[in-house]
């Protein structure tokens, strides 16, 4: 069975559902949009607070979960670490932490300089203020009216106010209005993707508004296997919805926005990649191309402090609790993110731009890591406060290949974590820094003790493989350029095949610093500009 649109995009996720909303404002222009998960209307993915059911329950995880895991490796004492990537419309803007950080412009300029003309800071800059409806209103770095609601926490716990003036005092920063404005370098409230105990994922700000034009189609349990090339050119693309394979035809052009795990598998099934691993899985070579390399995505070392007046308690009763709270008055911590406040900063006065990120919560993290998805993690009933000091450069490179051709089948995804040597002295300096904030007058006497891990020297070193955890940010797969090592050009299309393009985090050359979810729904605007020609 087959059928014939103007244009099919794989993948509903952050710049997916971006794209499909945009080119099907022209009602001349057909649109197929292709999503291997399910529906987002339901509670678990549209109430913020849901978020840890999403992440804790392994029932309610296989649901909205692709279910990846890192291939075991000595660099992690061969753990298999779960690689999470939203199955559903709206992808993992739907099941993520909501966390509203758009990059250091010092990225995209670096993008730019690296090959990437049209991708510097000025350029890009119009497309985050399209798509934002910022609380702070509309000035010349933010935007207000748009698909996406961006609010900041209220409420937040007395240990997350204690935390942002003895980040200030301890590093020598300020506290930041706006992180994403002027300068990034600072502590801040997080801005999140959520207003009104609503989450704003990319199908709730773009899709939903829209489902009832005629020219988008939407396709939900799609399976898609590859991208139908002849004559080098792509035509359509080969899927499965329960079992039965369909053919959908594009007369205009194919956009995979899969993500930077699915886009880079279904180019590989498709004959796109290196050539000799597309030999050994007897597939013929449509394209010679780097698929699948330059993979690395941020990494995190969770310290948890135990803190009575101000953290929140991770037991059932304290969670129910705060749903009917939020069901019958609104304004809740379950209407919101669990993050409150971010800081950026250098782990040294050397660095150019902040390279360090710490993440914050008023909760407990699950102890040592969350690696056993068949079961639902440890984590101390306590009040407790999490900082997460997170590398947002890493050195290291890994890669993902096939491991057979069939689109249902485990594929190989290796970050090579902590591979380069550099990666864990800033993680390490990390810790230490986040440590004498904890000391800080300022906040020292909302901490008892530090729960987790309680270790230090070369006890510390040693246990940093066992608990280092992706923020489930892999990037750089399907990476853009203008040379060699670029699987797409500036423009976001295929080097070597007509009528194809890729456009999601797969294509950052490398990854920017914080959340990369602001970012590929920036990418997704401007795909939708580069692909109607403006």
Same mark, same amino acid.
């Given at each position: 069975?087959?059928?014939?649109?103007?244009?099919?995009?794989?993948?509903?996720?952050?710049?997916?559902?971006?794209?499909?909303?945009?080119?099907?404002?022209?009602?001349?222009?057909?649109?197929?949009?292709?999503?291997?998960?399910?529906?987002?209307?339901?509670?678990?993915?549209?109430?913020?607070?849901?978020?840890?059911?999403?992440?804790?329950?392994?029932?309610?995880?296989?649901?909205?979960?692709?279910?990846?895991?890192?291939?075991?490796?000595?660099?992690?004492?061969?753990?298999?670490?779960?690689?999470?990537?939203?199955?559903?419309?709206?992808?993992?803007?739907?099941?993520?932490?909501?966390?509203?950080?758009?990059?250091?412009?010092?990225?995209?300029?670096?993008?730019?300089?690296?090959?990437?003309?049209?991708?510097?800071?000025?350029?890009?800059?119009?497309?985050?203020?399209?798509?934002?409806?910022?609380?702070?209103?509309?000035?010349?770095?933010?935007?207000?009216?748009?698909?996406?609601?961006?609010?900041?926490? !209220?409420?937040?716990?007395?240990?997350?106010?204690?935390?942002?003036?003895?980040?200030?005092?301890?590093?020598?920063?300020?506290?930041?209005?706006?992180?994403?404005?002027?300068?990034?370098?600072?502590?801040?409230?997080?801005?999140?993707?959520?207003?009104?105990?609503?989450?704003?994922?990319?199908?709730?700000?773009?899709?939903?508004?829209?489902?009832?034009?005629?020219?988008?189609?939407?396709?939900?349990?799609?399976?898609?296997?590859?991208?139908?090339?002849?004559?080098?050119?792509?035509?359509?693309?080969?899927?499965?919805?329960?079992?039965?394979?369909?053919?959908?035809?594009?007369?205009?052009?194919?956009?995979?926005?899969?993500?930077?795990?699915?886009?880079?598998?279904?180019?590989?099934?498709?004959?796109?990649?290196?050539?000799?691993?597309?030999?050994?899985?007897?597939?013929?070579?449509?394209?010679?191309?780097?698929?699948?390399?330059?993979?690395?995505?941020?990494?995190?070392?969770?310290?948890?402090?135990?803190?009575?007046?101000?953290?929140?308690?991770?037991?059932?009763?304290?969670?129910?609790?705060?749903?009917?709270?939020?069901?019958?008055?609104?304004?809740?911590?379950?209407?919101?993110?669990?993050?409150?406040?971010?800081?950026?900063?250098? !782990?040294?006065?050397?660095?150019?731009?902040?390279?360090?990120?710490?993440?914050?919560?008023?909760?407990?993290?699950?102890?040592?890591?969350?690696?056993?998805?068949?079961?639902?993690?440890?984590?101390?009933?306590?009040?407790?406060? !999490?900082?997460?000091?997170?590398?947002?450069?890493?050195?290291?490179?890994?890669?993902?290949?096939?491991?057979?051709?069939?689109?249902?089948?485990?594929?190989?995804?290796?970050?090579?974590?902590?591979?380069?040597?550099?990666?864990?002295?800033?993680?390490?300096?990390?810790?230490?820094?986040?440590?004498?904030?904890?000391?800080?007058?300022?906040?020292?006497?909302?901490?008892?003790?530090?729960?987790?891990?309680?270790?230090?020297?070369?006890?510390?070193?040693?246990?940093?493989?066992?608990?280092?955890?992706?923020?489930?940010?892999?990037?750089?797969?399907?990476?853009?350029?203008?040379?060699?090592?670029?699987?797409?050009?500036?423009?976001?299309?295929?080097?070597?095949?007509?009528?194809?393009?890729?456009?999601?985090?797969?294509?950052?050359?490398?990854?920017?610093?914080?959340?990369?979810?602001?970012?590929?729904?920036?990418?997704?605007?401007?795909?939708?500009?580069?692909?109607?020609?403006?």
């Amino acid at each position: 069975m087959s059928e014939g649109w103007d244009y099919v995009i794989v993948g509903a996720g952050s710049a997916g559902a971006v794209i499909a909303a945009r080119l099907s404002e022209d009602p001349s222009c057909r649109v197929l949009l292709l999503e291997g998960g399910g529906s987002d209307r339901t509670s678990i993915c549209t109430v913020p607070g849901m978020v840890s059911i999403i992440h804790t329950v392994p029932q309610v995880k296989k649901k909205f979960d692709w279910g990846y895991k890192t291939k075991p490796n000595a660099r992690t004492l061969d753990r298999k670490i779960p690689y999470v990537r939203g199955k559903v419309l709206g992808g993992s803007s739907a099941i993520n932490g909501m966390v509203f950080v758009r990059g250091n412009r010092a990225n995209f300029d670096s993008w730019e300089a690296d090959g990437c003309p049209g991708w510097g800071y000025g350029d890009v800059l119009p497309y985050f203020k399209r798509f934002e409806d910022f609380e702070g209103g509309q000035d010349d770095w933010r935007g207000q009216g748009g698909p996406i609601k961006i609010s900041r926490p !209220t409420g937040i716990s007395p240990v997350s106010e204690a935390f942002m003036p003895a980040v200030a005092e301890t590093c020598g920063t300020e506290i930041l209005d706006d992180y994403n404005a002027g300068s990034q370098e600072g502590v801040s409230l997080f801005q999140l993707t959520s207003r009104d105990g609503v989450r704003y994922s990319t199908a709730e700000g773009y899709l939903h508004p829209n489902l009832s034009r005629p020219n988008l189609d939407i396709v939900m349990g799609a399976l898609v296997d590859k991208v139908i090339v002849e004559n080098g050119r792509a035509t359509g693309v080969k899927y499965a919805v329960n079992g039965e394979d369909k053919v959908a035809h594009a007369s205009s052009e194919v956009v995979l926005s899969a993500g930077a795990v699915g886009s880079p598998a279904i180019l590989l099934r498709s004959g796109i990649g290196p050539a000799a691993d597309l030999a050994a899985l007897g597939l013929d070579v449509a394209a010679d191309l780097p698929v699948g390399q330059n993979l690395h995505d941020h990494l995190f070392f969770p310290l948890t402090f135990i803190t009575p007046r101000g953290g929140h308690k991770g037991t059932p009763l304290h969670f129910f609790a705060g749903m009917i709270r939020e069901k019958l008055f609104g304004g809740t911590w379950f209407g919101r993110s669990v993050f409150e406040v971010v800081a950026f900063l250098k !782990t040294n006065p050397g660095e150019a731009i902040p390279n360090l990120q710490l993440h914050s919560l008023p909760w407990a993290y699950p102890h040592p890591n969350q690696d056993n998805t068949e079961v639902r993690p440890d984590v101390d009933k306590r009040a407790a406060f !999490t900082v997460q000091p997170t590398l947002i450069y890493p050195k290291s490179r890994g890669e993902l290949k096939l491991l057979s051709l069939d689109p249902a089948d485990k594929l190989h995804i290796d970050p090579h974590y902590l591979e380069h040597p550099d990666d864990a002295k800033t993680l390490l300096d990390g810790i230490a820094m986040t440590r004498a904030i904890m000391a800080h007058p300022a906040i020292a006497g909302e901490v008892a003790s530090e729960l987790e891990p309680g270790i230090d020297g070369e006890a510390l070193k040693k246990e940093l493989p066992n608990r280092v955890a992706t923020v489930y940010h892999p990037v750089g797969t399907c990476r853009m350029g203008s040379d060699e090592r670029a699987v797409v050009d500036p423009q976001l299309r295929v080097r070597g095949i007509e009528g194809l393009r890729v456009a999601d985090a797969s294509i950052m050359p490398s990854v920017t610093g914080g959340n990369t979810n602001a970012p590929c729904i920036m990418i997704g605007e401007k795909a939708a500009d580069l692909i109607r020609g403006r």
